[in-house]
């Protein structure tokens, strides 16, 4: 089975290296590992011993974050390696280092992975989520260094717990520990041998916490607001926008910033809100702001910070390809809406179970809830409770994952 997975990344491989010939991200993919063992070799000087956390992109990276942030507090003098599998999470890692080295990941074919592993010599490994790559987990295995899943989480139709799945799940059972989100990712977990499992949450909840706790004010926020109501829409698609550009009509007094999830979108959406006075946010005129009722913001890196200016916030994309990230709105303890699929979004199922979140198909679903929130003060504020104290409940992954890794982390392989 061996031979098959690794003839299945082969080819998975070169279905990349062809497609850069016509698509910029697997060409930024490719190019990336070009050279790495050399780079590699001229960064570690088999001393170095580091702590190795890899991630598949950005949204992994964003999960890594408290525990680095956490190792690099409690022991500063360890190295820190972050590693990942696609361009999204590297090129921002680079932006602004937080580890002390930052990579590509070889693909995991054995003959990658021996040179990988001979020359980081990594302390122990951390693989965040989803990041199973079998040759890897086997030749940590084999040179017995310790190594770790942190927010993972796994569903019954995995193919980990199906009959035909069980050398998936024998491989499984190489990792020295896995911390899990839910109780039921532990129960799977335990029903194919797993027995070195934590439920401790997801570390995304200490990361949007501590954004939460430093961020700090937009003038041009304040312009526009003009103490009116708002609503941040982040990460929204088509159909999300749609959806707001009716909303707005049964809401006049209400203003709304939206972040669409590709910028490059951004002609399309002021399209759609052309019945409403617009500014972008890359050519807005301050002086103009205050009569704006639309604001788009056409760049990235400042959406988890403006969520701190919403009076009910929107997250997008659970209409079509999948629900974004709703933590960095819960947290400042503001409603949240988002379209029908969410159903494998953990977090989404728990907060509209607790009735702080709202999933609506159509405009008239959420114009009755905000309807309820302008008559009713007391549940408005009930409702944005619900949000705060679910982020601070949730929080605290990293330190617990800490604690049961310390001793890897800080023992002598020299």
């Known amino acids: 089975m061996r031979g098959l997975y690794t003839i299945g990344i082969w080819f998975y491989g070169l279905g990349i290296r062809i497609a850069s010939l016509f698509n910029e991200k697997a060409k930024q993919w490719v190019r990336g590992r070009k050279g790495i063992f050399a780079e590699l070799e001229k960064t570690f000087d088999g001393k170095t011993y580091p702590i190795w956390v890899h991630c598949a992109s950005l949204g992994e990276y964003e999960q890594a974050k408290p525990l680095i942030e956490k190792i690099k507090k409690e022991q500063p003098e360890i190295k820190i390696l972050t590693t ?129 706790e430093k961020v700090e004010p937009f003038p041009f926020m304040e312009t526009f607001c003009q103490n009116k109501k708002i609503i ?57 702001l205050a009569d704006t009722q639309v604001l788009i913001i056409d760049t990235i890196g400042i959406l988890s910070r403006l969520y701190q200016y919403s009076t009910v916030s929107y997250i997008g994309g659970a209409f079509k390809t999948g629900l974004h990230n709703i933590l960095e709105a819960a947290v400042y303890g503001k409603p949240l809406f988002f379209g ?53 409940d949730n929080s605290g992954a990293a330190d617990t994952i800490y604690k049961q890794i310390e001793e890897s982390i800080c023992r002598d392989v020299s």
């Not at 999300?240 to 550009?245: F, G, K, N, T, Y």
């Not at 709304?256 to 617009?278: C, D, G, N, Q, Y």
């Not at 029908?340 to 405009?363: C, I, M, R």
């Open 84 to 212: 990942f599998f696609s361009p999204s999470g590297y090129v921002q890692a680079v932006k602004k280092p937080l580890a002390d080295y930052n990579f590509y990941l070889p693909l995991d074919l054995p003959c990658n992975v021996r040179k990988f592993i001979d020359i980081v010599q990594p302390k122990a490994a951390i693989f965040v989520k989803y990041e199973f790559w079998f040759n890897y987990m086997r030749q940590l295995s084999q040179k017995t260094i310790p190594f770790y899943y942190i927010s993972a989480i796994f569903r019954e139709n995995q193919h980990f717990f199906k009959s035909s799945g069980r050398w998936f799940a024998k491989q499984l059972r190489q990792a020295t520990h896995f911390f899990v989100q839910t109780e039921k990712s532990k129960q799977l977990l335990e029903s194919i041998g797993i027995k070195q499992v934590i439920v401790c949450g997801d570390t995304r909840f200490d990361r949007v916490k501590a954004i939460a």
């Open 340 to 392: 029908p699929h969410y159903d494998h979004f953990n977090e989404a199922v728990n907060l509209v179970a607790l009735k702080g979140a709202f999933s609506v198909n159509s405009t008239a679903e959420m114009q009755a809830i905000m309807e309820k929130f302008e008559q009713n003060p007391d549940y408005y504020a009930q409702t944005c409770e619900i949000c705060q104290q679910f982020v601070a």
């Open 232 to 288: 941040i829409a982040g990460s929204s698609w088509g159909p999300d926008e749609h959806l707001l550009a009716q909303l707005l009509q049964h809401f006049p007094d209400y203003k709304l910033v939206v972040a669409p999830h590709e910028i490059s979108r951004t002609p399309e959406v002021k399209e759609t809100f052309a019945a409403s006075k617009t500014a972008l946010y890359t050519s807005m005129n301050e002086e103009e």
